[in-house]
């Protein structure tokens, strides 16, 4: 690929220009928000969601509720349990590795971290293209096992709607023991959520993937010191060799690719023969997809993405590094010797007999992963983004002593005289 070509493929298909026409109107919508508060949420419903709320209807009731959890069917109840069940798992595990701790550098000289959660998080779930429980289960469920006191939720209406949430969203809010939901407009929810409003209260954190007018209004946000995480479109990557199956293949290409015309898919392998013959496979499961998501996966795998071709193992791997894919699946024929040499993503799947779609459902491992190259340096939402630390320090007497001389060097050196009284005042020098 040459420079140019390279630099496309980073952009995921992205358009700056679009982002800046964007930009300003999520800019004005977000303002909206923060001066007029309900007010700008009902309009915002009104004019982008097309649905006619007074402010008491902005939060979801408990007839919804109930109205959700009657027409869950037991098989879709039980796979959101068991959902959550292994999401807990992971993340419960993660908390205990990851709690408070003290310990000794010399005698009497204690230094240490208390851990414990963020006081508030808005959990945004998209709702545009599709319902996403899975999204509420993902997100929400790390803060829950974090001790998050005020956890609410932030979701658009099912689109064409009557302003109804989904059912399966609203049932996992409960198995959650999660009450305060929202319905509202994406952007002006984020903006809401951030802010507060007579109806909506200000939150900490704003978390969740969305749209990029939603990933806008996070970062909008930001600007006023709400901490949010912003995860842009979907996008995989999936790196294969000659023993890779085929069919698994173009299916696994599919999954992530049939999300949205903005879903970044790539293949990464040395064989043409391979490519050539997924090419064909694909064709024939894209044609069995529904017209949107087969217009999806065109776009995600052909104006986004598509397959790139190199000279060997070793190569294939350092394009996904380079890369850096939110889901990275390794279907080469020995998937963990090539998996110690992936350094940047943010899910990795090892070997084809894990699809993304249990990445994304059942697996328990974090599902809200960071997109746009941002794995080379974060990782996805888990109990550790809801939690905070209090650095812990005690020194004895005798411990003070013994860095007294040092202290009083660097507080000479830096021009702090209050610095130095501070430790001779206790009689050490």
């Known amino acids: 690929m040459t420079p140019a070509e390279k630099a496309w493929l980073q952009q995921r298909g992205s358009s700056t ?19 007029r508060g309900d007010g700008a949420l009902i309009d915002a419903l009104s004019s982008h969601d097309g649905v006619v709320v007074t402010a008491d209807g902005l939060r979801v009731t408990d007839a919804e509720f109930a109205t959700a959890r009657s027409v869950i069917d037991d098989d879709l109840h039980g796979a959101i349990r068991l959902m959550i069940a292994n999401i807990r798992a992971f993340n ?7 709690g408070s701790w003290q ?47 005020q956890v609410s939720v932030i979701v658009p209406p099912v689109p064409g709607g009557a302003g109804e949430i989904d059912a399966a969203v609203l049932v996992v809010a409960h198995e959650l023991g999660l009450r305060d939901v929202y319905r509202v407009n994406g952007p002006a929810g984020v903006a809401a959520a951030a802010f507060g409003t007579d109806t909506i209260p200000a939150h900490g954190m704003v978390v ?15 600007a006023h010191g709400v901490d949010s995480v912003v995860l842009g479109p979907t996008e995989s990557l999936v790196v294969a060799d000659d023993s890779a199956d085929v069919r698994l293949l173009a299916a696994d290409l599919l999954n992530e690719a049939e999300h949205g015309a903005d879903s970044t ?25 529904p017209d949107e998501r087969r217009l999806a996966a065109e776009s995600a795998l052909g104006a986004n993405g598509g397959a ?9 791997l350092d394009v996904a590094n380079w890369f850096a894919a939110e889901h990275c699946q390794l ?13 940047h993503a943010g899910e990795l799947l090892v070997g084809q007999g894990t699809p993304f779609s249990a990445g994304n459902f059942t697996l328990g491992g974090p599902a809200a992963l960071p997109t746009g190259g941002f794995a080379r340096r974060a990782g996805g939402i888990t109990v550790e983004n809801f939690l905070k630390s209090a650095a812990i320090g005690s ?20 021009g702090f005289p209050a610095h130095e009284n501070a430790i001779t005042i206790r009689g050490v020098e």
């Open 17 to 35: 220009e679009i982002a800046g026409e964007l930009r300003t109107s999520i800019r004005s919508l977000v303002e909206d928000v923060r001066v």
């Open 331 to 343: 279907a080469v024929a020995d998937p963990w010797v090539a998996s110690e040499k992936i350094e």
């Open 103 to 149: 310990t000794e550098l010399s005698p009497g000289h204690v230094v240490g971290e208390k851990v414990g959660p963020v006081d508030s998080v808005a959990v945004f779930c998209p709702s545009g293209k599709a319902s996403y429980p899975s999204v509420l289960a993902q997100v929400a469920t790390p803060a829950v096992v974090a001790g998050v006191p």
């Open 395 to 414: 020194l004895s007497a005798d411990a003070l002593q013994a860095v007294a001389a040092e202290t009083i060097a660097l507080a000479r050196h830096e």
């Open 208 to 222: 969740g993937p969305g749209s990029p007018p939603v990933a806008l209004a996070q970062l909008e946000v930001r």
């Open 92 to 98: 419960t595990e993660l908390l205990a590795r990851r």
């Open 265 to 289: 898919v790539v293949l990464v392998t040395s064989s043409a023969t391979l490519v050539d013959a997924v090419d064909i496979e694909l064709g024939d499961q894209a044609a069995a997809l």
């Open 308 to 316: 790139v071709l190199t000279d060997g193992l070793d190569e294939s």
